[in-house]
């Protein structure tokens, strides 16, 4: 198979800081004006921020084999990786040279110009208006989906199922007898739920959690009493609380629309089993990644802490929901550091043991970010990660490779993990209307 030459957007780094090591044996250009892009974003405080100063480490490590501009060799086997201008006699004149995207484009049409006539020039872009400029000029150009690990949204690991059972079988899971799961006829994941349906009678029912195929189903019984004064609306929130107070599964994961209950749930959780009768941790960490307003927030007043309080402050509004009108206490809570609401840049780099974690909108948390975070977690510590694959403010990620969308995908197998995806809104009839129909 013949090279290719690879031109890599600005969008493609600032994704994934170590993606020159997936285009194998093929060379890869770097456009000097997406260096020059990549600076700009190296002093931001969220994962943008972070992956451009990862890709600028990972260059000046390159430049130690020898001369980015004459070109590096990455690795034995792969191919070479240099730095690159263009020929602005390339690029119609309709066309703005001032636009960074537009001076990348005219790289790429430079390199096709001197490149073999049997060696194809691929543009790599994120930005689907850059991959359409480029066809328009007639450049060949991919996404960089690299880390994609579903197709598309709705084929996300949802965490249920539904089995039809004979009617018979029903009455004997509520008498509690042993109903096993077949792996011949169902596959199943660890700490899946399922809502077993009368093969006679589609309204009879029963909800059970699966652990695995050596141990019956278990029963989901709705507890008599509230947590923390919360209580479940709907089965799937009965399925959350299941793992969210179950000491062990360490690591749950939540998505749903905006109202569906994700926060709420885990922070009560949180709360009954730090500072309930039978108090299983020591403290809870809440926090956020700074998604959208990394960019930005350096020209806000104040310190860090007091940039990043009306970014936290959802969060705090739940708490104190949770608290009811006991605001005192909250506050107590907090500066005895029993409760910890902080951006996610206070987080990184600590080993936090005993504590039950709730990491709000994952789902703007890239790979290498939430996997970061997971390794921080230390011994007798429980970590809720919730959020909504359909509401991503990083521009450099979607449905398909968020943070969140890798965790439930990567870890469904694994007895220590649990997931729910929560389907009904029951903030308000509003919040539900304009999460469903707008």
């Given at each position: 198979m013949a090279k290719k030459t690879y031109v890599l957007d600005t969008s493609v780094y600032l994704t994934d800081s170590n993606c020159i090591n997936s285009f194998g044996n093929n060379d890869i250009v770097i456009p000097l004006k997406v260096l020059e892009e990549i600076d700009k974003h190296k002093k931001r405080q969220d994962s943008v921020g972070s992956q451009a100063r990862s890709t600028i480490r990972s260059l000046d490590a390159l430049r130690d084999k020898g001369s980015l501009s004459k070109g590096v060799r990455i690795e034995k086997g792969m191919g070479l990786i240099r730095v690159s201008s263009y020929n602005p006699l390339c690029l119609p004149d309709d066309l703005d040279l001032e636009d960074p995207d537009n001076q990348i484009i005219a790289t790429a049409l430079s390199e096709l110009e001197i490149a073999p006539k049997s060696r194809k020039v691929v543009v790599v872009s994120?930005?689907?208006?850059?991959?359409?400029?480029?066809?328009?000029?007639?450049?060949?150009?991919?996404?960089?989906?690299?880390?994609?690990?579903?197709?598309?949204?709705?084929?996300?690991?949802?965490?249920?199922?539904?089995?039809?059972i004979a009617d018979k079988d029903i009455d004997r899971f509520y008498a509690d007898d042993e109903i096993w799961i077949d792996p011949k006829k169902h596959v199943l994941y660890p700490n899946q739920f399922i809502m077993l349906v009368s093969n006679t009678n589609d309204k009879k029912t029963a909800l059970a959690r699966f652990e695995n195929y050596a141990t019956p189903l278990q029963k989901i019984v709705k507890s008599n009493s509230k947590i923390w004064g919360t209580e479940p609306r709907n089965k799937e929130q009965q399925f959350a609380f299941d793992l969210l107070l179950d000491p062990n599964i360490p690591v749950v994961s939540l998505v749903g629309k905006a109202g569906s209950g994700k926060t709420l749930l885990a922070l009560a959780s949180g709360l009954e089993q730090t500072f309930g009768k039978d108090a299983l941790y020591k403290k809870i960490v809440v926090t956020k990644p700074v998604e959208p307003v990394g960019k930005d927030i350096g020209f806000l007043p104040g310190t860090m802490q007091d940039k990043m309080l009306p970014w936290l402050a959802p969060i705090q509004d739940n708490l104190q929901f949770l608290m009811g009108d006991d605001k005192a206490t909250l506050e107590l809570y907090i500066e005895k550091g029993q409760i910890e609401v902080e951006a996610m840049t206070f987080i990184r780099g600590r080993s936090i043991s005993n504590a039950f974690i709730v990491i709000d909108e994952v789902q703007n948390m890239t790979q290498h970010e939430i996997k970061t975070v997971l390794t921080r977690v230390g011994e007798g510590t429980k970590i809720v990660l919730t959020g909504d694959i359909e509401q991503i403010d990083n521009v450099y990620i979607d449905a398909t490779n968020n943070g969140l969308s890798y965790v439930v995908e990567r870890l469904k197998d694994e007895q220590i993990t649990g997931h729910v995806t929560l389907l009904k809104g029951e903030r308000s009839k509003v919040a539900t209307m304009a999460a469903t129909k707008l």
């Open positions: 994120r930005d689907i208006n850059m991959r359409v400029k480029c066809d328009a000029l007639g450049l060949e150009t991919e996404d960089y989906n690299a880390e994609q690990v579903v197709d598309h949204a709705e084929g996300l690991y949802t965490g249920r199922a539904e089995i039809s």
